[in-house]
């Protein structure tokens, strides 16, 4: 499940090029909105990562996968902890890293700050505008914002904080210590509220560890899948 407009091959091209592939068959999707998957335009509702939700388990009907695991990262990550807890009869385990249930203050912060777009690294901004052009990111953006204000303002910042107590399945939770975007705080959180729970913070990390640290991470997570 990739992150904020996150693609295919922008968020996971370590994971695809990196998993064990005589051990496991590797998914991955542009959620509707997202990437390839348009049209049509995402619409940025109070309930959209919910949605996501729904849409991923519809498509793993579609492909006649009864039972998987899960691995998101930011609001993917998000998208798949509300997954696990509606769906617990299709998880196998759950992976999530560099996420959170809901928003805090100063977090509402960096994401106004993210929709000036000169305050964006110049590679992430050279490929989301790549896929989705200056204009129309610049655009989606911004109405994510809006929504993320909604949520912080209507519902008390909170994405999914009720769902954790229903998550049923083994679940690895990592986050970098140095994570800028999101308070490395909700690692512990979502350990303390998800029954079946463990953590790695990496010390260094930042919000892409899965890239920066591709083999370590990649190899924890598969030990941790195999278990």
Same mark, same amino acid.
């Given at each position: 499940?990739?992150?904020?407009?996150?693609?295919?091959?922008?968020?996971?091209?370590?994971?695809?090029?990196?998993?064990?592939?005589?051990?496991?068959?590797?998914?991955?999707?542009?959620?509707?909105?997202?990437?390839?998957?348009?049209?049509?335009?995402?619409?940025?509702?109070?309930?959209?990562?919910?949605?996501?939700?729904?849409?991923?388990?519809?498509?793993?009907?579609?492909?006649?996968?009864?039972?998987?695991?899960?691995?998101?990262?930011?609001?993917?990550?998000?998208?798949?902890?509300? @997954?696990?807890? =509606?769906?617990?009869?299709? /998880?196998?385990?759950?992976?999530? %890293?560099?996420? $959170? !249930?809901?928003?805090?203050? @100063?977090?509402? =912060?960096?994401?106004?700050? /993210?929709?000036?777009?000169?305050? %964006?690294?110049? $590679? !992430?901004?050279?490929?989301?505008?790549?896929?989705?052009?200056?204009?129309?990111?610049?655009?989606?953006?911004?109405?994510?914002?809006?929504?993320?204000?909604?949520?912080?303002?209507?519902?008390?910042?909170?994405?999914?904080?009720?769902?954790?107590?229903?998550?049923?399945?083994?679940?690895?939770?990592?986050?970098?210590?140095?994570?800028?975007?999101?308070?490395?705080?909700?690692?512990?959180?979502?350990?303390?509220?998800?029954?079946?729970?463990?953590?790695?913070?990496?010390?260094?990390?930042?919000?892409?560890?899965?890239?920066?640290?591709?083999?370590?991470?990649?190899?924890?997570?598969?030990?941790?899948?195999?278990?």
């Amino acid at each position: 499940m990739p992150g904020i407009f996150g693609t295919i091959w922008t968020d996971f091209k370590a994971q695809i090029e990196g998993f064990d592939r005589n051990k496991f068959t590797v998914i991955t999707w542009d959620p509707p909105g997202y990437g390839k998957s348009r049209p049509p335009e995402k619409e940025f509702t109070l309930d959209f990562l919910e949605c996501d939700a729904d849409y991923a388990y519809n498509f793993m009907k579609a492909l006649k996968i009864e039972k998987y695991s899960v691995l998101g990262w930011s609001a993917g990550g998000t998208t798949s902890v509300i @997954h696990a807890a =509606k769906y617990p009869d299709a /998880m196998r385990k759950l992976v999530i %890293w560099g996420t $959170s !249930s809901f928003i805090l203050p @100063h977090e509402l =912060k960096n994401y106004k700050n /993210m929709n000036i777009m000169s305050n %964006w690294s110049k $590679s !992430s901004y050279q490929a989301m505008t790549a896929i989705y052009g200056e204009e129309n990111f610049a655009k989606y953006f911004s109405k994510f914002v809006d929504a993320a204000v909604g949520i912080y303002n209507k519902k008390n910042g909170n994405f999914c904080v009720e769902c954790l107590p229903d998550i049923k399945c083994p679940t690895f939770i990592l986050h970098g210590k140095q994570d800028q975007l999101l308070d490395k705080f909700h690692a512990s959180y979502f350990n303390k509220y998800i029954a079946e729970s463990r953590s790695y913070i990496y010390p260094e990390g930042k919000h892409n560890i899965h890239i920066k640290y591709a083999e370590d991470f990649n190899k924890r997570v598969q030990e941790f899948l195999l278990e």
